[in-house]
């Protein structure tokens, strides 16, 4: 029986090899951060941030969040929450959202949320990662997201292609 150890296959030109399918690196957000309050109909940065450098420019980027969210007052509002790449949103559709989240209807419960959603940036430059959250409608209530006594998460997970 034979046993091949290597550290690191690199391809002819030096380069190394990335194996599709098998995960590159991955950088998380985890903290219990004050929650923020939005007032108006525009998406808001949190807290959750990470910053990636891919190793290969052809990789797929897994996003995932979580946090806790709640309306100041019993409303029929919901949140909408998206992931910005270096400033810009990779949300679609008329809320230019990733996800649309109806909360219980009652302000006084704490609700949790989360969104993944997969990223191709092209490039193995530093890049940077934040969720961005908004009311669908601040005259009926504000929103409240992220709140210190539970955790808000992000991670962003390189996949080579």
């Given at each position: 029986?034979?046993?091949?150890?290597?550290?690191?296959?690199?391809?002819?030109?030096?380069?190394?090899?990335?194996?599709?399918?098998?995960?590159?690196?991955?950088?998380?957000?985890?903290?219990?951060?004050?929650?923020?309050e939005v007032s108006s109909n525009t998406f808001t940065a949190s807290s959750m941030q990470v910053?990636?450098?891919?190793?290969?420019?052809?990789?797929?980027?897994?996003?995932?969040?979580?946090?806790?969210?709640?309306?100041?007052?019993?409303?029929?509002?919901?949140?909408?929450?998206?992931?910005?790449?270096?400033?810009?949103?990779?949300?679609?559709?008329?809320?230019?959202?990733?996800?649309?989240?109806?909360?219980?209807?009652?302000?006084?419960?704490?609700?949790?949320?989360?969104?993944?959603?997969?990223?191709?940036?092209?490039?193995?430059?530093?890049?940077?990662?934040?969720?961005?959250?908004?009311?669908?409608?601040?005259?009926?209530?504000?929103?409240?997201?992220?709140?210190?006594?539970?955790?808000?998460?992000?991670?962003?997970?390189?996949?080579?292609?």
């Amino acid at each position: 029986m034979s046993i091949l150890k290597v550290d690191t296959i690199q391809k002819a030109d030096g380069t190394e090899f990335a194996q599709a399918g098998h995960v590159v690196q991955t950088v998380e957000y985890k903290a219990m951060p004050t929650y923020i309050e939005v007032s108006s109909n525009t998406f808001t940065a949190s807290s959750m941030q990470v910053d990636i450098t891919p190793k290969f420019s052809t990789s797929k980027i897994i996003l995932r969040a979580s946090w806790s969210y709640w309306l100041a007052s019993d409303s029929n509002n919901y949140q909408i929450s998206t992931i910005y790449r270096n400033g810009s949103n990779l949300g679609t559709g008329s809320y230019s959202g990733i996800a649309f989240h109806g909360p219980m209807r009652n302000s006084t419960y704490n609700n949790h949320t989360m969104i993944e959603t997969v990223d191709y940036p092209a490039t193995t430059n530093s890049t940077n990662y934040r969720v961005y959250c908004r009311p669908y409608n601040a005259n009926v209530s504000n929103l409240r997201f992220q709140w210190s006594a539970t955790v808000s998460f992000l991670q962003a997970m390189e996949i080579a292609v």
